[in-house]
């Protein structure tokens, strides 16, 4: 491992953006349906209009299998670029770059992606990083890979060396062999800088294959403020593990010493699939880029209270709402489908 000096730490995502990565779906993901001839059109809608947001004031980088053809879907390609790389799946928040900053330099950082404990097939998602690295698109910006398992969701930075993650993910016996909590907090203040480790052991989504990140349940907005999802019926499977997590959140403090501003975000209303599973639908999963707040809908009566929600916290960006019924019907939502790279 790296030495460690005091520098060295992992930004904020409110924090300047140089651009932010997308991966969209393709015949070979599990989006595209054989007896649905438009089963993959529905599946790129809502990437489509999450690129869109982002490129309001923000360069996309789309990876994608043809270029053209999805470039020809958007009415303006301003600020984004088509890149052809193979993929596996979506979900390039859990295996592109993690930034790291060290004396005002930026590095990337490519850690392993094992399909979120060997659930899924990555092969082509491990080696993505290297590939549009090699392509020149990073330009002169250093990549690091490590051999080390961990994927860009479970961890939430505060830009000042404090970071929140799960201990249901990080601690899993499918990610690194199960490494205890001492042994993880050594391995990320070596990679990231890590002055602090905020531990959720409570809390979930059903539906959820990632073992419980962090981005579905609790996010930073600022240094002092932390939004969490909140369950407030008692009927509902949630309720308990989730009433546990937000008494643990209030024991928690800021590297000063004060409390933590702390602000409930709704349990979304149960949805379902075609098959009658339950669908990880969390507004947690946001997007913070330079100038924009994107956030998921689902076509339920919390959409519009949680954009009030965002917009008495960030008065100065535009705040985008963009439909993710579709996203959670393959297990993730709008920030899990993107990644920000820091300048």
């Not at 958007?74 to 890149?83: A, K, L, P, S, V």
């Not at 004396?103 to 590939?131: S, Y």
């Not at 907005?221 to 209030?250: F, G, P, W």
């Amino acid at each position: 491992m790296t030495n460690v000096t005091s520098t060295k730490r992992m930004p904020a995502e409110w924090e300047k953006q140089r651009c932010v990565l997308m991966s969209f779906p393709h015949k070979e993901t599990d989006w595209y349906d054989p007896d649905n001839p438009n089963s993959l059109n529905e599946a790129l809608s809502p990437f489509i209009r999450i690129a869109q947001a982002i490129a309001y004031a923000e360069a996309v980088y789309i990876i994608c299998q043809e270029k053209e053809k999805i470039a020809s879907m958007f009415c303006t390609t301003r600020n984004m670029t088509f890149i052809e790389i193979p993929t596996n799946d979506t979900w390039i928040r859990d295996y592109g770059y993690i930034s790291c900053i060290q004396e005002d330099q930026t590095t990337l950082l490519d850690f392993t992606f094992d399909g979120w404990g060997g659930k899924f097939e990555a092969a082509l998602d491990n080696g993505v990083n290297r590939i549009l690295y090699h392509k020149g698109y990073m330009g002169t910006t250093p990549l690091e890979q490590i051999d080390f398992v961990l994927e860009g969701g479970s961890i939430e930075s505060d830009g000042e060396g404090t970071i929140l993650t799960t201990s249901s993910c990080l601690c899993n016996p499918n990610r690194n062999g199960g490494l205890s909590k001492e042994e993880v907090e050594e391995r990320l203040r070596s990679y990231l800088g890590v002055k602090r480790i905020l531990w959720l052991d409570h809390g979930y989504l059903a539906g959820d294959d990632t073992d419980s990140h962090i981005d579905t349940l609790a996010r930073f907005v600022n240094k002092d403020t932390i939004v969490y999802v909140k369950c407030d019926d008692s009927s509902d499977e949630h309720y308990e593990a989730l009433r546990a997590m937000e008494e643990q959140l209030q024991t928690f403090r800021q590297a000063n010493g004060e409390p933590y501003r702390l602000l409930p975000l709704p349990m979304c209303e149960a949805k379902f699939d075609k098959e009658g599973r339950r669908l990880p639908a969390t507004y947690a999963n946001f997007l913070i880029t330079n100038d924009a707040l994107i956030y998921p809908t689902y076509s339920d009566k919390n959409d519009q209270k949680v954009g009030e929600l965002f917009k008495n916290l960030f008065p100065d960006k535009e705040i985008i709402p963009v439909n993710c019924e579709k996203l959670i019907e393959e297990g993730g939502s709008l920030h899990c489908s993107t990644m920000q790279v820091a300048y």
